[in-house]
């Protein structure tokens, strides 16, 4: 039998083993009188709209309340209702296409460098990756076995009918294919010029390049009617025909005769795009320059203090200073400081100076600000705000992870001016908005990663909301169609949005504050017991989100020893190894994945009771420590064997017999034979040799029967002799 403490350390060791190898998006409004957010009617149409006035759609301003607001803010149905509206999208189904857009930009990302990939893309809840070439198509067969709705789809060229012929010589017969956003942007920068480039994009299998008009970011102005940017009314004459010519004789080419070149670029003349600046995200705040923004993405800086992410143009290349909330048009409390703002290339820079390549000319970046320097009460959130009671956070979209945009992804934005707007990913690429100094200067081009949607409805004051995928966070909100000048017809709506990955890239140490609930002990269960080394498990669970953070671990902290951190799997799972001790077992439970934390939740569960060890049976000579050696058995004595008649005596004394010698023990006398138990072998016995007690005790019993013989004869005879 194998002792308890062996057992002990055994089950010890295989535990061990076991575990060795296994929003902010609203700060909700926390204003000191709890006053909810006002923003639009979910209902009512948000197409671009200059700041202090409405469109004919009757989109609010930021200078006045909109029409249909609500005191008390939207409840959590306002999100439900927009992407079944946008949509015709349950929220579980929007959850679950977050989830597979996930998948797809991560296939993205391993395709991105392969040569002959196009792009990606969500159709009907499959995965369609475009592309040809054999390194692609192997590439996408090794992803096939995570991805098993992956579709494959040839690369379409662009249209022939009727398309501008090109003005000069040179290879313009639609020989050459474009491979990425990045190649053709570049391309076209330097042979074109960047006067009057909208966007570069991939969409539908095919490449497009806009032209005609300018992208301008949606910053509201100063609450009261300032309007939001005074280059907005002259954006469309601006534009002119850039589409046809070359842009201001800066280029090489036109237009239309560098599109000419490629078979799978398109050009396309576009709406002027407005900056839609105006706190979970979503909330609104004023700059101390005027400016009405949306606040993005709850954050953490390299030393793990809160921040708050929003558009990188609502710092107006680093003037503003400060930022407070912004509540039913009313400023309230300070938000925070800016920290850090990029709009265009790295410090602010344009298209045409990239101060880290001087000799590359198309100088991408990205549209990014950080608000830091918080107050202690306040307290950004992981989520994106469903303009609900501030008060209570909870029905708010929880934020557990970034991911890419892909084509066709379902997508939904919150911002203070428009709220909730949802749509899909209808292009993927870069876009081109003016700076703040484009008015006097229409060289101040800023362009920057990002993607765009028809179907999403943005305004004044909504730029650095955020854009969401079911529970993961893509990007922040950038620019909207402009206003249409005086005559014009008004331009089809679209919003754009910059990529979260490429903002958080310029900005190291940063980390986004993701959810996470507290750990569950689910063994041993409440109220039970443990025993020193037993596997004390539990889950994670990730309700309302849709999946746990991953990377996530649980913190341990047993009472009087170090944290140790054990790791969560898919599901939520965790578990650890209880110590050795006497007593109770207290410790907390932590989920922990970076800086971000859920709170710690405490845990108590009584030893169990030991049990009286059973007595153990030693082994023949091998005695228990302490316990007396039990006597051997005393070996059974031969009887003595009488004469049935004896011989008659003679009358004379008969001279004296000698007595007989001792009768000799049988060769074996003396062994003790022990039978062999189960398990037991010959070394575990004891010295059973001969022994000397035994050859006594039969001489003893000889010498004692002859004497017996002796006295009845002489007892006969003392009778004869008397007679």
């Not at 620019?479 to 979260?500: H, I, K, M, S, Y």
């Not at 091998?622 to 049935?644: Q, T």
């Not at 002859?706 to 002799?721: A, D, H, K, N, Y």
Request: glycine share 14%; proline share 11%; net charge negative.
């Amino acid at each position: 039998m194998t002792p308890p403490s062996v057992l002990r350390y055994l089950s010890l060791g295989a535990v061990a083993g076991i575990l060795a190898s296994s929003a902010y998006v609203a700060a909700p409004a926390w204003a000191a009188d709890g006053q909810a957010a006002a923003t639009a009617s979910p209902d009512a149409p948000a197409v671009g709209t200059p700041a202090g006035g409405t469109s004919g759609a009757g989109t609010p301003t930021a200078g006045a309340p909109a029409a249909g607001t609500q005191g008390s803010g939207l409840s959590e149905g306002a999100l439900d209702a927009a992407v079944q509206r946008d949509l015709g999208l349950t929220r579980e189904q929007f959850t679950a296409a977050g989830e597979l857009g996930a998948q797809a930009a991560a296939a993205a990302a391993q395709l991105r460098d392969v040569p002959g990939y196009v792009g990606i893309r969500l159709a009907d809840g499959h995965v369609v990756v475009t592309g040809s070439g054999p390194e692609f198509l192997a590439k996408v067969a090794a992803l096939a076995g995570n991805l098993p709705d992956l579709a494959v789809e040839a690369p379409q060229a662009r249209r022939t009918d009727g398309g501008a012929a090109p003005s000069g010589g040179g290879a313009f017969d639609g020989s050459q294919l474009a491979v990425s956003t990045e190649q053709l942007f570049q391309a076209y920068v330097r042979d074109v010029g960047p006067e009057g480039l909208q966007a570069v994009m991939a969409a539908d299998g095919k490449f497009v390049i806009r032209t005609g008009a300018l992208n301008a970011p949606e910053s509201a102005g100063q609450a009261g009617g300032v309007a939001a940017d005074a280059t907005t009314a002259d954006l469309a004459t601006t534009a002119g025909t850039a589409g046809t010519t070359a842009a201001g004789g800066s280029g090489k080419v036109s237009p239309a005769d560098f599109v000419a070149r490629y078979a799978n670029v398109e050009l396309d003349g576009g709406a002027p795009l407005k900056p839609e600046a105006d706190v979970p995200g979503g909330v609104g705040y004023i700059a101390d320059t005027g400016w009405i923004c949306s606040t993005g993405f709850s954050a953490f800086d390299p030393a793990g203090l809160p921040a708050v992410l929003s558009a990188g143009h609502c710092a107006s290349d680093g003037q503003a200073a400060t930022a407070t909330l912004e509540f039913q048009f009313v400023r309230k409390d300070q938000l925070g400081e800016f920290g850090f703002s990029q709009f265009g290339g790295p410090g602010n820079s344009r298209i045409i100076e990239n101060p880290v390549d001087p000799e590359n000319p198309g100088n991408v970046g990205t549209d990014i600000s950080v608000i830091h320097n918080i107050p202690k009460g306040l307290d950004p959130l992981p989520a994106a705000s469903t303009w609900g009671d501030p008060s209570q956070p909870g029905p708010d979209v929880k934020i557990i992870g970034t991911a890419d945009p892909v084509l066709g992804m379902p997508i939904c934005r919150s911002g203070r001016t428009s709220a909730w707007s949802c749509g899909t990913v209808d292009a993927v690429g870069i876009y081109v908005v003016p700076g703040p100094d484009f008015a006097a200067d229409p060289t101040d081009l800023r362009a920057f990663r990002g993607f765009l949607s028809y179907g999403v409805q943005s305004s004044g004051g909504d730029s650095g909301g955020p854009y969401v995928s079911g529970n993961y966070a893509l990007g922040t909100h950038a620019a909207g169609d402009a206003p249409p000048a005086p005559g014009e017809p008004a331009p089809a709506n679209f919003a754009v949005g910059a990529t979260l990955s490429e903002s958080l890239a310029v900005l190291p140490g940063y980390q986004l504050e993701l959810f996470l609930n507290k750990p569950a002990v689910s063994s041993p269960a409440p109220g039970g017991t443990y025993e020193p080394g037993q596997a004390i498990s539990g889950n994670v669970p990730a309700a309302p989100a849709s999946a746990v953070a991953a990377g996530s671990t649980v913190r341990i902290t047993v009472e009087g020893k170090d944290p140790v951190e054990v790791p969560v799997d898919a599901a939520g799972n965790w578990s650890f190894a209880a110590p050795e001790g006497n007593g109770p077992l207290r410790f907390t439970a932590e989920t922990v994945n970076g800086f971000s934390t859920s709170g710690a939740a405490e845990f108590e569960f009584a030893q169990a009771a030991a049990e009286p060890p059973a007595p153990e049976q030693p082994a023949p000579g091998n005695p228990v420590p302490g316990v007396p050696a039990p006597e051997p058995p005393a070996p059974e004595l031969p009887k003595p064997v009488m004469p049935a008649d004896p011989a008659p005596v003679p009358a004379d004394p008969a001279p004296a017999v000698p007595a007989p010698a001792a009768p000799q023990p049988p060769a074996d006398a003396g062994l003790v034979v022990v039978p062999f138990d189960a398990g037991t072998s010959p070394v575990d016995l004891a010295n059973t040799g001969p022994s000397g007690l035994v050859p006594a005790a039969l001489a003893a019993a000889a010498a004692l029967a002859v004497g017996i013989i002796l006295t009845v004869l002489v007892r006969r005879r003392g009778r004869r002799s008397a007679k």
